[in-house]
């Protein structure tokens, strides 16, 4: 069977669904492609959604414990995982229901299959049928998925990667944690909190190396009372899955580490899936990595394929493959527009949780960006003080000469919450003076932004700085 469409989307993750659904509403006739049975991709099926479904739980969790010193106590809980993973399960299936629908209510075709180019022109789809779908323009959106190290094989029993430790129906008693980045300290914080000791080993000096050291030194500090141990500068060398627990070697300074954990989760990064896509049939160019090499439209080296999401590389983040997607889809359309963001946010969402926006403040310094920095700590925050989380705080960086906001840092309580109004101030290119000037409401933890800005105008009245 063959069929000519306009435009084929090869993937249903956040960047795929949103590149149909735009391609749609744009007046195209839309196949969307997706090898799951179900759609959302990674972030819905097996990434944000999931994992900030369970972080909400040991938020609560930490913070019923956290009132004993405010005089309320409540009784240990009684978790019980198998409901915790229904529960995880249904929110997982509303939301996937809902981009059923949306497809539907638009017309978009969704085949449920495997994607392989046969040329630049056609794709073989591999399902229940096997069909031939030829296309005009044909946007990749396939996503990335877990890498692990050449010495561990990951049997999702006892060795968890970043989907495993997702679905877990008994609270492990111990569990080492490989990679401090992203998913390593999210996971941390959700087992930590639900009563596994776990520790974490990361092979570089510090956690969460993409972020500020002002920042992730906050966390760590807090990360250390919450878990058993943090390894850094330390290299896991040797892991044997044996039947109960698993083995592991580690080098730290030169000293070997022997220890033996429940269960042991990897997450050192993502490879992106490209490997399977019969690219070779294309002449599209991907880089050492694998991952697809776009333009500012978001077209490949080929004329007629674009390609948007984790599969073109970093940041790989939800947010950025969706506005990466719509902006796909206009381009597929003949609207003229470019994949041109001042910033990306960057959230990890663990407690307290770390979010930027622009370059971080070590980006300004490695490029020799000029930049002054304003400040506010939290400990001068009504609202922080009340929830009894004074340890964040919320820096910016302006362009010394004229104070325009060119990055900010948050750490903090619902940081997550607060850096959208710092990225839309960028966007805007507010100066000090416009983010002082606006009224925040009293008591929020969003004032700490206009505080910081009012610390940059010297108008602060919530600090006394001589
Ligand atoms: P994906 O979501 O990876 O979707 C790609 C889709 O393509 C998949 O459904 C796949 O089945 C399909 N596919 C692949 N190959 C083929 C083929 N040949 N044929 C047909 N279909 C194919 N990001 C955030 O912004 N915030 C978060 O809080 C966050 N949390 C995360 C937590 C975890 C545990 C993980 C793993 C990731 C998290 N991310 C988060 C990252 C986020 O999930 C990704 O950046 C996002 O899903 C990328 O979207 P995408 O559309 O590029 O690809
Ligand atoms: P990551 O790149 O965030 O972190 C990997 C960490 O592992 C790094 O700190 C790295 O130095 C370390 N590492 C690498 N090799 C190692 C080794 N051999 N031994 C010990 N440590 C090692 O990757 P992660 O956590 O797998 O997440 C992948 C991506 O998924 C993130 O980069 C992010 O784009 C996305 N994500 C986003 C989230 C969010 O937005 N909140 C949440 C989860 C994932």
Same mark, same amino acid.
């Given at each position: 069977?063959s069929?000519?469409n306009?435009?084929v989307?090869?993937?249903?993750? #956040?960047?795929?669904?949103?590149?149909?659904?735009?391609?749609?509403?744009?007046?195209?006739q839309?196949?969307? %492609?997706?090898?799951?049975?179900?759609?959302?991709?990674?972030?819905?099926?097996?990434?944000? /959604?999931p994992?900030?479904?369970l972080?909400?739980?040991?938020?609560?969790?930490?913070?019923?414990?956290?009132?004993?010193?405010?005089? @309320?106590?409540?009784?240990?809980?009684? =978790?019980d995982?198998?409901?915790? $993973?229904?529960? !995880?399960?249904?929110?997982?299936?509303?939301?996937?229901?809902?981009?059923?629908?949306?497809?539907?209510n638009?017309?978009?075709?969704?085949i449920?299959?495997?994607?392989?180019?046969?040329?630049?022109?056609?794709?073989?789809?591999?399902?229940?049928?096997?069909? /031939?779908?030829?296309?005009?323009?044909c946007? @990749?959106a396939?996503?990335?998925?877990?890498?692990?190290? #050449?010495?561990?094989?990951?049997?999702?029993?006892?060795?968890?990667?970043?989907t495993?430790?997702?679905?877990?129906?008994? /609270?492990?008693?111990?569990?080492?944690? =490989?990679?401090?980045? *992203? =998913?390593?300290?999210?996971?941390?914080?959700?087992?930590?909190?639900?009563?596994?000791?776990v520790?974490?080993?990361e092979?570089?000096?510090?956690?969460?190396?993409?972020?500020?050291?002002?920042?992730?030194?906050?966390?760590?500090k807090?990360?250390?009372?919450?878990?058993?141990?943090i390894?850094?500068?330390?290299?896991v060398?040797?892991?044997?899955? !044996?039947?109960? $627990?698993?083995?592991?070697?580690?080098?730290?300074?030169?000293?070997? @580490?022997i220890?033996? *954990?429940?269960?042991?989760?990897v997450?050192?990064?993502?490879?992106p899936?490209?490997?399977k896509?019969?690219?070779?049939?294309?002449?599209?160019?991907?880089?050492?990595k694998?991952?697809?090499?776009?333009d500012? *439209?978001?077209?490949?080296?080929?004329?007629?394929i *674009?390609?948007?999401?984790?599969?073109?590389?970093?940041?790989?983040?939800a947010?950025?493959?969706?506005?990466?997607?719509?902006v796909?889809?206009?381009?597929?359309?003949k609207?003229?527009?470019?994949?041109?963001? $001042?910033v990306?946010?960057?959230?990890?969402?663990?407690?307290?949780?770390?979010?930027?926006?622009?370059?971080?403040?070590?980006?300004?310094?490695e490029?020799?960006?000029?930049?002054?920095?304003a400040?506010?700590?939290?400990?001068?925050?009504?609202?922080?003080?009340?929830?009894?989380?004074?340890?964040?705080?919320?820096?910016?960086?302006?362009?010394?000469?004229?104070?325009?906001?060119?990055?900010?840092? %948050?750490?903090?309580?619902n940081?997550?919450?607060?850096?959208?109004?710092?990225?839309?101030?960028?966007?805007?290119?507010?100066?000090?003076?416009?983010?002082?000037?606006?009224?925040h409401?009293?008591?929020?933890?969003?004032?700490?932004?206009?505080?910081?800005?009012?610390?940059?105008?010297k108008?602060i009245?919530?600090?006394y700085? #001589?």
């Amino acid at each position: 069977m063959s069929k000519n469409n306009k435009v084929v989307v090869i993937g249903a993750g #956040p960047g795929g669904y949103a590149a149909a659904f735009r391609a749609a509403d744009l007046g195209n006739q839309v196949t969307l %492609i997706e090898k799951d049975d179900s759609l959302g991709g990674v972030c819905l099926n097996r990434g944000c /959604i999931p994992s900030k479904t369970l972080l909400h739980l040991s938020k609560v969790i930490d913070e019923a414990e956290s009132l004993k010193k405010a005089g @309320i106590e409540f009784s240990n809980p009684n =978790i019980d995982m198998k409901k915790i $993973q229904s529960w !995880k399960n249904r929110v997982i299936k509303k939301l996937g229901g809902g981009i059923k629908l949306l497809a539907k209510n638009r017309n978009v075709n969704v085949i449920h299959g495997t994607a392989n180019f046969i040329n630049d022109k056609s794709i073989k789809v591999t399902g229940e049928n096997e069909e /031939i779908i030829n296309f005009e323009k044909c946007i @990749i959106a396939t996503g990335s998925r877990p890498s692990t190290l #050449p010495f561990i094989e990951i049997d999702h029993s006892n060795i968890l990667d970043s989907t495993s430790v997702l679905s877990l129906d008994k /609270i492990p008693k111990n569990m080492l944690v =490989i990679g401090g980045g *992203y =998913i390593g300290l999210e996971m941390a914080t959700v087992y930590s909190s639900l009563g596994t000791k776990v520790d974490v080993v990361e092979f570089l000096p510090r956690l969460l190396p993409g972020a500020d050291l002002d920042l992730t030194e906050i966390l760590h500090k807090s990360l250390k009372n919450k878990l058993n141990n943090i390894l850094l500068n330390t290299k896991v060398t040797k892991v044997i899955n !044996k039947k109960s $627990q698993v083995e592991v070697t580690m080098e730290s300074e030169g000293e070997k @580490i022997i220890s033996k *954990y429940e269960k042991v989760l990897v997450c050192i990064g993502r490879i992106p899936n490209t490997d399977k896509l019969s690219l070779e049939n294309t002449g599209l160019d991907i880089d050492s990595k694998g991952f697809i090499t776009v333009d500012e *439209y978001r077209r490949t080296n080929i004329n007629g394929i *674009y390609a948007i999401g984790d599969v073109t590389g970093n940041p790989m983040l939800a947010h950025k493959a969706t506005h990466e997607g719509k902006v796909a889809a206009e381009v597929c359309s003949k609207i003229p527009t470019t994949f041109e963001p $001042q910033v990306i946010p960057a959230v990890i969402f663990t407690d307290p949780e770390i979010a930027w926006a622009g370059p971080t403040e070590e980006e300004l310094k490695e490029n020799n960006i000029a930049y002054e920095k304003a400040e506010f700590p939290w400990q001068a925050s009504g609202k922080a003080i009340s929830l009894g989380r004074t340890e964040g705080k919320t820096k910016i960086m302006f362009e010394p000469e004229s104070k325009r906001v060119i990055a900010v840092g %948050i750490i903090g309580y619902n940081a997550s919450d607060l850096i959208g109004e710092a990225a839309l101030a960028i966007e805007m290119g507010c100066y000090s003076e416009d983010i002082a000037l606006t009224i925040h409401p009293h008591p929020t933890l969003t004032e700490t932004f206009s505080n910081a800005a009012e610390v940059m105008e010297k108008t602060i009245t919530d600090l006394y700085i #001589p």
